[in-house]
C-alpha cells in the first residue's frame, strides 16, 4: 500500500483508508461478522487509516471498531472519529437524518468526545472532526472544546467535516485544523468551487473525501429497485426519475473508460480523486471485502491530464446527475 503524508506532520497514512459507516448505518443490513473480517483484511493490506462517527449506527459503529482496534498495537492505527450529531429524544423513524440534529454545544461536545473514547476503548483519538459546524453556536467555541482534548492528550488532532471556507478559517484562529472531511467525486465537486479543495492545498491541510465511488452510483449501476428498504440511497434525488436515467447511462460509459484504461469502475472512480494532489486520502467505505480488494487496485492506477478530461466530457454528455442530498440531509449543511 503506497502513503502519503497526512498534514503538516511526518506521520504516513495509507493512500487510502476505510470508511466504517455502512458496516453499521444507512447502507442496509449490518454484518459484523463480515465487517470485522473487512477491517482484517485492510490491515493486512497495509490501510491503517480507518474512519468512524459517533452517529454511526448511534454508537454501534465505534464499538465495532473498538474490536478491530483491541487485536492491534494501537500505535500501528490511525483513527478518526467525528462528533456533533445529537440524537433527538424518543424520535423514531427510518430515516437516520429524522432522528438527529447538529449540536455543537460546548457541554455536548464534551458528553460525545468522553462516550466516543468509552466506546472506543482507546486512550486517544487520533483525528477528531466536528461532524457538522451547529449554525447556532460559533465554531470557535466548539473547536475551543475540542481543543480541550488536545491539550489533555486524548486527541492528537482536529478537523472539521463539510465546513465552509468561512468556518474553517474561524476554527483556524482558536486551534490547528489539520484535516477536512468532505464529499468529494467524480459525480460531487462542490469543493472545487467553493475554495476548500485550493486552501486545504496551499495550507497543507489534509483533505479527506468520503463517497469516492458516489455511493455506489458510477461504479455499480444501482438501481433504485435493487437497494435495500432500509438504504439511505432511497431518499437521494441521483437515485430517482430522470436523475436515475442519466446516471445509469453515465455509469455505462464511464465503466467503458475503465476497461480502456484496464482497471474496475471503483479504481477509475478513486484514482479520479487521488488524481487531484498528494494532500488528498479518500476514505473509501464498504462492509465487504471483495470490494475492499477491488478498491485497493486504485492505488496502481495512473491517469493523465488527457483522460480526466475525457472523463469531464462524459458530464457533459450526461449533466443531468441531480443533486447529491434529498431534504432531510441538505437540512444539516449550511453550504
Request: proline share 3%; net charge neutral; with cysteine.
Amino acid at each position: 500500500m503506497k502513503k502519503r503524508q497526512f498534514a503538516n506532520t511526518n506521520i504516513q497514512l495509507s493512500s487510502i483508508g476505510l470508511g466504517c459507516m455502512g458496516m453499521s448505518h444507512a447502507y442496509g443490513d449490518r454484518n459484523d461478522e463480515e465487517s470485522l473480517k473487512t477491517l482484517a483484511y485492510a490491515y493486512e493490506q497495509g490501510i491503517n487509516f480507518f474512519d468512524t462517527a459517533d452517529v454511526y449506527g448511534f454508537g454501534d459503529n465505534e464499538k465495532l471498531l473498538s474490536v478491530f482496534i483491541k487485536k492491534h498495537n494501537r500505535e500501528d492505527l490511525f483513527i478518526a472519529t467525528k462528533i456533533g450529531f445529537k440524537r433527538k429524544g424518543n424520535v423514531l423513524g427510518k430515516s437516520v437524518s429524522a432522528q438527529t440534529e447538529v449540536c455543537g454545544k460546548p457541554s455536548y461536545i464534551r458528553q460525545a468526545v468522553e462516550a466516543s473514547l468509552e466506546r472506543l476503548d482507546t486512550p486517544y483519538i487520533d483525528l477528531l472532526y466536528l461532524h457538522r459546524v451547529d449554525p447556532n453556536v460559533p465554531v470557535e467555541e466548539s473547536v475551543k472544546v475540542m481543543a480541550e482534548f488536545v491539550k489533555m492528550g486524548k486527541v492528537k488532532f482536529l478537523g472539521l467535516s463539510e465546513c465552509t471556507l468561512e468556518d474553517l478559517k474561524k476554527a483556524e484562529s482558536v486551534w490547528p485544523i489539520s484535516a477536512i472531511q468532505s464529499e468529494y467525486s467524480f459525480l460531487t465537486r462542490q469543493v472545487e468551487t467553493n475554495g476548500i479543495l485550493d486552501y486545504c492545498r496551499e495550507m497543507g491541510i489534509a483533505f479527506i473525501p468520503f463517497s469516492p465511488l458516489s455511493r455506489g452510483l458510477i461504479v455499480k449501476n444501482k438501481d433504485i429497485n435493487k437497494l435495500n428498504s432500509n438504504d439511505f440511497r432511497q431518499g437521494l434525488p441521483r437515485f430517482h426519475g430522470e436523475h436515475l436515467k442519466n446516471n445509469l447511462m453515465l455509469a455505462e460509459a464511464f465503466g467503458a473508460f475503465a476497461k480502456k484504461k484496464g482497471c474496475t469502475p471503483a479504481q477509475l472512480a478513486i484514482s479520479w480523486v487521488l488524481h487531484h494532489g498528494e494532500f488528498i486520502i479518500p476514505i473509501s467505505g464498504t462492509k465487504h471485502v471483495k470490494y475492499l480488494e477491488d478498491n485497493i487496485g486504485a492505488v496502481d492506477v495512473s491517469l493523465t491530464d488527457d483522460d480526466m478530461k475525457v472523463l469531464d466530457e462524459l458530464l457533459v454528455k450526461y449533466p443531468d446527475i441531480g443533486e447529491r442530498y434529498g431534504s432531510n440531509e441538505k437540512k444539516f449543511l449550511k453550504h
